[in-house]
C-alpha cells in the first residue's frame, strides 16, 4: 500500500463511527431494558494477519461472530466478534436472564444476530453516509468457531479495518470487535474517500 | 428465469409458508401474500396503496419501521429477533384471528429489494417461530425441573447419611451392652450348661454386630459416603496381621493357611490399611467358612505401575465347597449366595463379597473368581497403591547355611523354602513321609544347621527324626537347632506335653503358623545367633492377661468414666474391675465437670473415659469446658479418652479437635481398653 491515513484521518474516521454507534446504542436501548452504552476507542488499518494478532483471542478460543458481506465502490466482509464467554454474557445481560448461560438457543443466536446487525449497521450507514460511497449489503448470519474458521472468507493478503467497540452496560464492561475485511483494492478506494471526506471538511473550516 | 410470467410469481409468493409484505417509500403497501391475510384477517390486495402505519397501528414508531425506514434510505438490511421484538404485528394462528393468547411469535427480516428501479422498495419477510419459542419455553422449564429435583435428592440423600450416622449410634450402643455384659457373666461362676449358652449368646451378639457392620459399610458405599483413607503403611505386616487373626479359626478346623509373600517387592506403601485387611478378612472368612478341609493359600504380589503407583496382587484359593462356573459372575451382587440353602447352612449377609468389590473398586481395582463346584474356589483382587517416599530396607540375607524343611504341606513347604532361598541359604525340602527317612543318616551326620520341622506330622515319624537328631548332637560341638513350625491352638494333648517336654532343651524352638516372613527371618537370626541361649518360651500371640496385672497403686480411685447409659456404665466398670481399676462414674458432662472440680486439690483423677454422645452436656462440650475454663485450671491436662458408638469417619478427629487426647470405638475391646489405659496412665 503506497500510502497510509494521516493521524488526522484516522482521528476523523473515529470520529463519524463514533456518531454512528451512537446511532445503535440509541436502538439498542430501545430494544432492552438495559441501558447501554457503545463507544469506539480504536480505529486502525492494517493487514488481516496483524488484524488477527490484534484480536487477542488464542487459535483455540471459540469466537462468536456476526457477518454481513458487502460489495459496490468497495467490497468484503463486516465482522463483529466476541469470545464466546462474552457473547453468551452480552445476551444474557441483554435479555434480562438471571441465571447464567452455557451456550445459545437458537433464538438466543438470533438475538446477538440481531445486535451484530444493529451494531454493523451503524458502521455501514456512516460509511454511506459520510464517505458518500455506495454499497449493497447482505443479511447477517451468525459462525462460530476459532479465528480460522471466522477469517475463512478472506486470505491474510486482505485488509482489515479494525475497530474496537466497547459495551458498557451498568454492571459490565463486554468487548467486542469489528473487523472490515477488504481486498487491498477496496482497500485504496475507501482510503481515497476518507481522504476526500477530510480534505472536505478541513477545506469548509479553511474557507 | 427472468422471463417467468407475473401470475406464476403471485402464484408462487401466495404459497410461501412465510409472510411477505413489500412496501415503497412512503411505506405505503405494495404487496401482502396470502399467508399475510390468513393471519392478519385483511382481504387479499385490499389494502394496497394504503400506508402500513394505518394499517397495522403498532407499526407506526416501532423498531420495525425504523428497520424499513434504514432499508429504503440506505439500503441497510436488518434482523428483528424473536426475542427482542415477539410479536411486531398483529398476526394470529388461523382459526383465531384478534385472540391475543393466539399472537404468532415472529422473526422478520427487512431488506430493500435490489432492483433499477426510480422507487425503492422494501421486503418484509415474517416467519413463524411459535413452535421453536413454545420448545425453549419447555426446555427451560425441564432444565429448572432437572436441577430442583437434583437439589431436593442431595437434601434426601444428606439425611439418609444423617440417619445412618445415627443408627449406627443406636444400635451399637445396646449391642455394646450385651457384648460387655456376656464378657462379665463369662467371668463368674457358671456351671457347664450356662457357660454353653453363654458361649452360643456371644456368638450371636458378636454375629449380629457383624451383620450391622456390613450393612452399614454397603449403605456408606452406596451413598458414596465411604472414604478411602491415604496414610503410609506396611504392606506385608498389614496382610500378616491379618492372615494370623484369621488363621486361628482355619486351625481349629485343622485347614491349614499359607501366605506366600516371596513376590512382594515394595512393602512401604500409602493407602488403607483397614480397608484392605477388611478385604482379606472376608475372603478369609468365606474361604474358612466354606473349606471342611485342606488349605487356604494365600499369595501376594507387588508390581510396579510407574515411579509413584503399585499395583498389589491377592489371591486367596481354597480346597473347600467351590461355586458352579454359572454362578461365579453373580457372586459380587448385592444379597446373593450361591443358593438359599447356602445361605441357612453358612450364614451371613450376602453383603461380604459386594462390598469386597466395592472397595476394591474404590482403591482403583477389581476382584474376580474362578472357581468350580466340588474343586475350590480362587479369588484374585488387586489395587491400586501409591508407593512411599520413604523405603524399608530388605531384611539382610544369611551365609549360605545347609537348611532341612520337613513339613507335611507340600504348599507350605515350598513356600518356607522359596522364602529361605530368598535369603541366601541352602535348602533342603521333604514334605514325603517316605523321603524323611532317607534323611535320618543326614541328620545324623550333622549335615544340617537348623532344621524347621512341622509338628503336626505323624508322631513315629517326628520320635525318629528325634532320635536321630539326639544321635547328631551326642558326637557334634554344633548342635543342629530345630525351629518347630506349630499351630496355635496347639495340637493333641499329646503332641502338646511332648512339644512342652521338648521345648526345655536348649537347642529346640518354636514358630507358630501360619508363618509370615518377618517372625520366620527372626526366628531364624536368633537360631543362628544365639548357640547357648536358654530355652525360652515364645508365643505369638499375647496373651490379655499378660498385659493387665494389677498393681497395687490401681486401688485408689485414678478413673472418671462419665457415661450415660447404665449397662454400658456396668460394663465399662466391670472391665476396669477385671484390670484392677477403681472408677468413679458421671452420668453426663455437667456431672463430670461437677466430680472433676471437686477432686482437683486431693487426689485428682488422673484419666476420665469420655462418652461422646450424651444428655444435658455431651463429651466434646465436656472437654472443650475442662481445656478452657479457669474452674479447671489443675485438672486441664488430664488425659482423655473418647468412647463412642459413632463410627462413622471424621467421629475421631472430631474428638481430638475437641481436646481428646484419644480414641476408642465402642462395643469396647478390652484388650485395647487396657493398653490405652496403660499407655495414658503413664503419660
Known amino acids: ?207 | 428465469m427472468a422471463n417467468l410470467p407475473n401470475n406464476i410469481l403471485y402464484a408462487a409468493l401466495n404459497q410461501l409458508s412465510v409472510g411477505i409484505i413489500i412496501i415503497d417509500e412512503q411505506q405505503q403497501i405494495v404487496f401482502y401474500n396470502q399467508w399475510v391475510s390468513d393471519h392478519s384477517g385483511l382481504s387479499p390486495m385490499q389494502q394496497e396503496g394504503k400506508s402500513l402505519g394505518i394499517v397495522f397501528p403498532q407499526y407506526l414508531g416501532s423498531r420495525l419501521s425504523s428497520a424499513c425506514e434504514s432499508a429504503l434510505t440506505l439500503g441497510l438490511p436488518s434482523r428483528l429477533s424473536n426475542t427482542f421484538n415477539p410479536t411486531p404485528l398483529p398476526l394470529y394462528q388461523k382459526n383465531f384471528l384478534g385472540n391475543d393468547n393466539h399472537l404468532i411469535q415472529q422473526q422478520i427480516s427487512v431488506k430493500k429489494i435490489a432492483i433499477d428501479s426510480s422507487t425503492p422498495l422494501c421486503q418484509i419477510v415474517i416467519d413463524n417461530v411459535t413452535h421453536m419459542v413454545k420448545k425453549e419455553q419447555t426446555l427451560l422449564k425441564l432444565a429448572d425441573e432437572n436441577k430442583s429435583q437434583r437439589h431436593k435428592a442431595e437434601v434426601a440423600n444428606k439425611s439418609k447419611s444423617q440417619f445412618l450416622a445415627n443408627m449406627s449410634h443406636e444400635i451399637r450402643t445396646p449391642i455394646n451392652g450385651v457384648l460387655g455384659m456376656l464378657t462379665l457373666l463369662n467371668d463368674t461362676q457358671l456351671s457347664q450348661t450356662q457357660r454353653h449358652f453363654s458361649k452360643l449368646a456371644t456368638v450371636s451378639a458378636e454375629t449380629l454386630l457383624h451383620l450391622i457392620n456390613d450393612i452399614l459399610d454397603f449403605s456408606k458405599i452406596e451413598a458414596g459416603k465411604l472414604d478411602i483413607e491415604n496414610v503410609a503403611f506396611n504392606l506385608g505386616d498389614c496382610i500378616d496381621e491379618t492372615v494370623q487373626t484369621m488363621a486361628i479359626k482355619a486351625q481349629m478346623k485343622d485347614i491349614e493357611v499359607i501366605v506366600d509373600s516371596t513376590s512382594l517387592i515394595d512393602d512401604s506403601v500409602i493407602g488403607d490399611p483397614s480397608r484392605l485387611k477388611q478385604i482379606i478378612s472376608n475372603l478369609l472368612s468365606n474361604a474358612i467358612k466354606f473349606t471342611e478341609k485342606g488349605e487356604i493359600n494365600i499369595k501376594i504380589k507387588t508390581t510396579e505401575i510407574d515411579t509413584t503407583h503399585l499395583k498389589l496382587l491377592v489371591n486367596v484359593s481354597d480346597t473347600g465347597i467351590g461355586i458352579p462356573t454359572q454362578k461365579c459372575a453373580d457372586l459380587f451382587d448385592a444379597f446373593t449366595q450361591v443358593d438359599a440353602s447356602t445361605t441357612r447352612e453358612y450364614g451371613g449377609t450376602g453383603l461380604g463379597l459386594t462390598i469386597v468389590r466395592q472397595l476394591c473398586q474404590l482403591m482403583g481395582g477389581d476382584i474376580e473368581v474362578n472357581s468350580q463346584q466340588g474343586q475350590g474356589s480362587e479369588f484374585t483382587f488387586y489395587l491400586v497403591l501409591d508407593k512411599d517416599t520413604h523405603i524399608t530396607l530388605p531384611l539382610p540375607t544369611f551365609n549360605e547355611k545347609p537348611v532341612l524343611v520337613i513339613d507335611s504341606s507340600v504348599n507350605n513347604g515350598e513356600m518356607v523354602s522359596r522364602q529361605l532361598k530368598l535369603w541366601g541359604l541352602n535348602v533342603e525340602l521333604c514334605s514325603d513321609n517316605a523321603e524323611v527317612k532317607s534323611l535320618y543318616g543326614k541328620i545324623e551326620k550333622n549335615n544340617f544347621s537348623v532344621l524347621l520341622l512341622d509338628a503336626t506330622i505323624d508322631s513315629l515319624l517326628l520320635e525318629n527324626i528325634l532320635i536321630s537328631l539326639a544321635n547328631a548332637n551326642k558326637s557334634q560341638l554344633n548342635k543342629t537347632q530345630v525351629i518347630f513350625l506349630t499351630t496355635m491352638n496347639n495340637d493333641s494333648a499329646n503332641k502338646s506335653a511332648l512339644l512342652t517336654s521338648l521345648m526345655a532343651k536348649e537347642n529346640m524352638h518354636r514358630l507358630t503358623k501360619p508363618i509370615v516372613t518377618k517372625s520366620l527371618h527372626r526366628e531364624l537370626t536368633l537360631t543362628f545367633s544365639s548357640e547357648n541361649r536358654k530355652p525360652e518360651l515364645r508365643s505369638a500371640t499375647k496373651l490379655f492377661t499378660s498385659q493387665t496385672v494389677a498393681e497395687n497403686d490401681n486401688e485408689h480411685v485414678k478413673i472418671l468414666l462419665v457415661e450415660d447409659n447404665r449397662i454400658n456404665q456396668e460394663v465399662a466398670l466391670g472391665l476396669l474391675r477385671k484390670m484392677g481399676y477403681k472408677a468413679d462414674v458421671a452420668k453426663n458432662g455437667l456431672h463430670a465437670l461437677e466430680l472433676l472440680g471437686k477432686r482437683q486439690f486431693s487426689k485428682p483423677y488422673q484419666l476420665v473415659l469420655m462418652d461422646c454422645q450424651m444428655p444435658e452436656m455431651d463429651g466434646y462440650q465436656a472437654t472443650v469446658a475442662i481445656r478452657s475454663e479457669d474452674k479447671y485450671q489443675l485438672s486441664r491436662q488430664i488425659n482423655i479418652i473418647a468412647m463412642t458408638a459413632n463410627t462413622m469417619k471424621g467421629d475421631q478427629e472430631k474428638c481430638l479437635a475437641a481436646g481428646m487426647n484419644d480414641y476408642l470405638a465402642k462395643p469396647i475391646n478390652p484388650s485395647l481398653l487396657a493398653e490405652k489405659i496403660a499407655f495414658w496412665l503413664a503419660h
Open chain 1, 1 to 207: 500500500m503506497q500510502d497510509n491515513l494521516t493521524p488526522l484521518e484516522i482521528d476523523a474516521l473515529t470520529e463519524i463511527f463514533n456518531i454512528g454507534i451512537g446511532r445503535a446504542a440509541h436502538s439498542l436501548n430501545q430494544m432492552v431494558s438495559q441501558t447501554v452504552d457503545l463507544t469506539i476507542p480504536e480505529i486502525e488499518i492494517l493487514p488481516n494477519k496483524e488484524a488477527k494478532q490484534k484480536l487477542d483471542f488464542d487459535t483455540e478460543m471459540e469466537i462468536s461472530a456476526v457477518t454481513q458481506r458487502f460489495s459496490g465502490d468497495f467490497q468484503g466482509q463486516a465482522l463483529l466478534m466476541f469470545s464466546k464467554e462474552n457473547g453468551l454474557q452480552l445476551v444474557g445481560l441483554l435479555l434480562g436472564n438471571k441465571i447464567p448461560i452455557e451456550d445459545l438457543s437458537e433464538l438466543e443466536q438470533d438475538s446477538l444476530v440481531e445486535i451484530g446487525n444493529v451494531i454493523l449497521n451503524a458502521c455501514f450507514g456512516t460509511v454511506i453516509n459520510f464517505l458518500q460511497s455506495s454499497i449493497s449489503i447482505e443479511m447477517p448470519e451468525f459462525v462460530q468457531g476459532n479465528i480460522n474458521k471466522i477469517f475463512t472468507y478472506s486470505s491474510d493478503n486482505d485488509w482489515s479495518l479494525y475497530i474496537k467497540v466497547k459495551f458498557s452496560l451498568p454492571s459490565q464492561q463486554i468487548a467486542g470487535h469489528i473487523s472490515f475485511i477488504m481486498d487491498i483494492t477496496s482497500l485504496e478506494v475507501f482510503q481515497e474517500s476518507v481522504r476526500k471526506f477530510v480534505f472536505g471538511i478541513t477545506n469548509k473550516a479553511g474557507s
